[in-house]
């Protein structure tokens, strides 16, 4: 469990996670996106964790490494580093009173930033420099924050509310409000000034269940993108390069152009004891595919 101390309007993103903290791991494929294809080598498929408990949310931060959030056996949450090289694991936190979730690499590469859940619940973003220095609070006035991304040395927003916003501070004092009513998806498109996102206002459905509209924003020119719709019933997405999105439903993994409105299917992704692929992260340069799965209870 999270912290007690939590706001009434944080609920849903907590239980949100807590609900796959119960078994979670993190499973790497050799994979190559090119143009507009994607290909996987099955026969390399293997585990970087294995654990009954919580590991969750990756993220590349280098060529060699990957960040992610990992719970001990008393519900505690730090950041985790997982070298490809060494294969070996460092602790990036180990804060006993806080807990740590959706790392990322700032644009400067000094800090690997998080959405921390402080001692009185509320949910900022804090900077862990990567020299294991002490950690810095950014936005002390911008939460509950959910998930997020990074364009010009500053983050993309979702915070939680009625409804949920994304947001993009230009400065403390000019904040722009993106859009409302936003997935839990928040992806800069590589190359671009454009952060990607779930718009739920502008749904559809699809052999019964719905899918939902992937629309962008331009920071730099201030215009709106619209990129398609998701897969019914799921919203994680990533961009594997900058014309390819990448999804999973169930054990499949399914890709995209941008500008086309039909998923194609990469193949299912088939480890014995799991199921249902969610979160993603895909590093061009290592050429390495991380997809977080369930475990099989």
């Known amino acids: 469990m999270l912290k007690t101390l939590i706001p009434s309007f944080c609920l849903f993103f907590l239980i949100t996670i807590s609900l796959a903290q119960t078994a979670t791991d993190i499973i790497v494929l050799d994979a190559k996106a090119s143009g507009s294809k994607l290909s996987m080598d099955k026969n390399t498929l293997k585990n970087i964790t294995d654990r009954n408990l919580y590991d969750n949310q990756p993220n590349f931060i280098n060529e060699k490494q990957l960040a992610f959030s990992a719970a001990d056996d008393k519900g505690n949450h730090d950041i985790i580093i997982y070298n490809f090289e060494s294969e070996k694991f460092t602790n990036l936190t180990k804060t006993p009173n806080l807990n740590e979730f959706s790392p990322a690499i700032t644009d400067c590469g000094l800090y690997v930033s998080a959405v921390t859940v402080e001692e009185d619940g509320k949910q900022r973003l804090w900077l862990y420099p990567t020299n ?20 010009d040395n500053r983050a993309a927003m979702f915070v939680l509310g009625q409804p949920n916003t994304l947001l993009y501070p230009f400065s403390k004092e000019d904040i722009l ?25 502008d749904s559809k459905e699809v052999n019964g269940e719905k899918v939902f509209a992937i629309k962008g924003y331009n920071i730099e020119k201030k215009t709106q993108h619209n990129y398609g719709y998701t897969l019914p019933g799921v919203e994680d997405f990533i961009w594997l390069n900058k014309n390819l999105l990448l999804m999973g439903k169930g054990e499949e993994l399914l890709f995209r152009k941008a500008n086309k409105t039909e998923w194609i299917s990469a193949g299912n992704i088939e ?7 969610s979160r993603m992260a895909y590093s061009p340069k290592l050429k390495k595919l991380v997809l977080v799965m369930e475990r099989s209870q």
Request: charged share 25%; net charge negative.
């Open 132 to 151: 294991f220095g002490e950690p810095e609070l950014l936005y002390d006035d911008i939460e509950p924050v959910g998930y997020y991304d990074w364009y």
């Open 177 to 201: 409000s993106i859009s409302q009513n936003v997935g839990r998806a928040v992806r800069k498109r590589p190359k671009t000034p454009i952060i990607t996102y779930i718009d739920k206002n």
């Open 271 to 277: 480890v014995n004891g799991y199921h249902s692929i």
